[in-house]
């Protein structure tokens, strides 16, 4: 089953980091995804820029209204996600409480919705 485990992280927690305290972040990562993917439970993931290059869209009455930044005012931010592929949900969250970031922020997991279920649903 595929999940995404989105990562919710304070931005103003890197730089108050040291540079070894930053670097041995970044070798967590580095570690953690060479583990999923030789496991092969790892589909994707990319690291998101920060929200002060976001843009938000909705549309009402037909009109687009497009804002900076993210829709929500909150301490945390989401900078990345991984998509996973793994046997349940136990697996699922065990591998986001492995992410490094977990550690100053947290890690939402979100099941994907199988289209071809909800297609057959809606008829």
């Given amino acids: 089953m595929r999940y995404l485990l989105l990562i919710y992280t304070n931005p103003t ?3 108050s980091l040291t540079k070894e305290q930053n670097d041995a972040l970044s070798n967590d990562y580095w570690t953690f995804t060479k583990e999923i993917t030789a496991s092969g439970e790892m589909v994707g993931g990319e690291a998101l820029t920060g929200v002060d290059t976001a843009s938000t869209v909705r549309v009402r009455d037909g009109k687009a209204g497009i804002t900076d930044g993210p829709f929500a005012e909150t301490k945390e931010h989401l900078a990345g996600y991984y998509l996973v592929d793994v046997k349940d949900l136990d697996r699922a ?5 492995k992410i490094p970031d977990v550690a100053f922020g947290s890690v939402e997991v979100r099941p994907i919705m199988d ?3 909800a297609a057959d649903a809606s008829m």
């Fill in 115 to 117: 289209m071809g279920d």
């Fill in 13 to 15: 927690t890197r730089p």
């Fill in 93 to 97: 969250l065990e591998l986001a409480a």
